[in-house]
């Protein structure tokens, strides 16, 4: 079945640490894998996307992630966090004709 | 930059009542969606469509059904509101893409609906 993980419910760092969020998926072909971020109140926005080619991927606001195929995973990374990044993550790979995602991570920023 | 607008941002309905909630996209977007957010439960797609007057049912339509008779327009239909449909609901668009889903979907800022 067609699945997607994110581990952690609720992380809380301190402003300029690192950040690692962790996501694991379940799928039969190559995965589409997209990490989205929902700022309190708002829609979702896009991060960061991977369909193939170089397994480590940039995104906005400072984001990375990396596929690794053998861990079936696609963790987001920050070196160094913003209070502005106080948010809720998910995590999301592509189905057919839609986007199946986890449940999500919510990450809270101490000053 | 594309926009996805939802009609309201809060909605408070009574159990029993139809239920409307609207999406506009100004991208001419062939596909729209609707999801439903709840904690721990991530997005559960509703129903999907790939262009006017067509439409699929997602993970869990029981409850709602859809219109879309213009293309940048995609309203979620609650016939009869339950208090189980308390619910955030976010609405969605991408290009065509029959398939798999490798286009960004972009999504409106959601409607918090609660039925008493």
């Known amino acids: 079945a067609q699945s997607v993980t994110q581990p952690d419910i609720h992380i809380t760092v301190s402003e300029g640490a690192s950040l690692e969020l962790r996501c694991n998926y379940s799928y039969g072909a190559t995965p589409y894998l997209f990490w989205y971020v929902q700022s309190p109140g708002q829609g979702l926005q896009l991060l960061l996307k991977y369909f193939s080619g170089d397994t480590l991927v940039q995104g906005i606001k400072g984001f990375e992630a990396e596929f690794k195929r053998s861990q079936s995973s696609f963790n987001l990374r920050k070196p160094s966090v913003h209070w502005s990044d106080a948010a809720e993550y998910f995590c999301a790979v592509g189905g057919y004709n839609k986007l199946i995602f986890g449940a999500g991570t919510r990450l809270a920023v101490h000053p | 930059d594309v926009k996805v607008t939802q009609s309201s941002r809060y909605l408070v309905k009574r159990t029993g009542e139809k239920v409307f909630l609207e999406c506009v996209q100004d991208m001419d977007h062939e596909n729209m969606f609707w999801y439903r957010q709840d904690p721990g439960l991530g997005l559960r797609l509703i129903y999907f469509?790939?262009?006017?007057?067509?439409?699929e049912k997602g993970d869990i339509p029981e409850g709602y059904s859809v219109s879309r008779e213009k293309k940048e327009r995609f309203s979620l239909i609650l016939e009869s509101a339950s208090t189980n449909q308390t619910s955030m609901y976010l609405c969605?668009?991408?290009?065509?893409?029959?398939?798999?889903?490798?286009?960004?979907?972009?999504f409106g800022p959601g409607t918090r609906l609660t039925v008493l």
């Open positions: 969605a668009s991408r290009p065509l893409d029959r398939g798999r889903s490798t286009d960004t979907q972009y």
């Open positions: 469509s790939y262009d006017v007057k067509m439409k």
